[in-house]
């Protein structure tokens, strides 16, 4: 059996923002995170309507695109200088819900409030995982630097 280390603990520290009609999510989260130098960040709470939802469904390559009237349900993952890992689901008029991994291409509607927390003592990185054959979440303290 192969055991995980335990990564050291962290304090955070939290961000909130407010994305616009007509803003794409992707670009803007990079944008944050670029300006906040962001190195071990995570969505903390998310509420918000999209006009256009991007999604690739569990076990699929493609993406699925759909347009429309959507409700925030949850958004959740994380958040480096170098990427993300990032799960939407959303709800229709009716209230049916949809899931899976968030893409590029999600459009703001009326409004999407996010909190954003980052472990400040960690950093996050994305390395080939040879079980899953993915590059999956490595995490690392935070190195210090001194000038």
Do not use: K
């Not at 955070?12 to 300006?35: K, M, N, T, V, W």
């Not at 006009?51 to 695109?65: H, S």
């Not at 229709?92 to 899931?99: E, F, H, I, K």
Request: proline share 6%; glycine share 10%.
């Amino acid at each position: 059996m192969m055991t995980t280390p335990i990564p050291p603990s962290s304090e955070a520290r939290f961000y909130a923002l407010r994305l616009q009609p007509g803003q794409e999510i992707f670009s803007q989260l990079h944008e944050f995170i670029q300006q906040h130098s962001l190195r071990a960040g995570w969505i903390a709470g998310c509420t918000g309507s999209l006009t256009n939802v991007a999604l690739r469904y569990a076990g699929q390559e493609a993406t699925t695109l759909l347009t429309g009237t959507w409700e925030v349900i949850a958004l959740n993952g994380t958040l480096e200088l170098t990427g993300e890992h990032l799960h939407l689901s959303v709800s229709d008029p009716q209230g049916a819900m949809l899931g899976g991994h968030m893409m590029p291409g999600c459009t703001v509607r009326t409004t999407l409030e996010l909190v954003i927390g980052e472990l400040t003592g960690l950093a996050f990185s994305r390395q080939p995982c040879p079980l899953s054959g993915y590059d999956e979440l490595h995490i690392s303290p935070r190195v210090l630097t001194t000038q």
